[in-house]
């Protein structure tokens, strides 16, 4: 679960390898992460990583120049407990709380403990994908429409 999310939404959503999220101020100083067709809802459902969620994050040019990383950048997500917050960690080392990410940033859930092995589908099935394709859906959407 996300720490503040979990605490202030009636109702939150568990994240699935394959899926498109971003990033949502909700509150003054409180970042949500949310499934990428709810970002302008007026009430998002909150969608929570569990620790060490692998994701892929997809940076527009302003966001890559304000947090000085490629247009693509892998991360961790990690849930830590003193002092408990949300953060993002690059292969870098760099780590980004979830509340100091610019609102909008979208990025894909690769890899979630425990469902390894539908991750690795996904990972598969999107090394075959030109980037024009992997825009058009989720990995997940286009794996379910082959079965």
């Known amino acids: 679960m996300c720490w503040f999310s979990a605490e202030y939404a009636n109702h939150v959503a568990e994240s699935k390898a394959g899926e498109r999220l971003g990033i949502r101020k909700m509150y003054e100083q409180a970042n949500w992460v949310v499934s990428e067709s709810e970002l302008e809802r007026r009430r998002p459902t ?15 040019e ?3 120049e304000k947090l000085h990383l490629g247009p693509e950048a892998e ?14 960690e ?8 979830l509340d100091d990410m610019p609102a909008g940033v979208v990025f894909d859930v690769l890899v979630v403990p425990g469902s390894e092995q539908l991750s690795a589908l996904l990972t598969e099935e999107a090394a075959g994908q030109d ?8 990995f997940l959407a286009r794996l379910l429409a082959r079965l």
């Open 46 to 60: 909150p969608v929570c990583l569990l620790d060490r969620t692998k994701v892929l994050f997809r940076f527009s």
């Open 62 to 64: 302003g966001q890559e």
């Open 75 to 88: 991360a961790v997500f990690r849930m830590l407990r003193q002092p408990m917050r949300d953060i993002f």
């Open 90 to 97: 690059f292969s870098d080392g760099r780590q980004i709380r």
């Open 131 to 138: 980037e024009g394709e992997r825009e058009k859906g989720t």
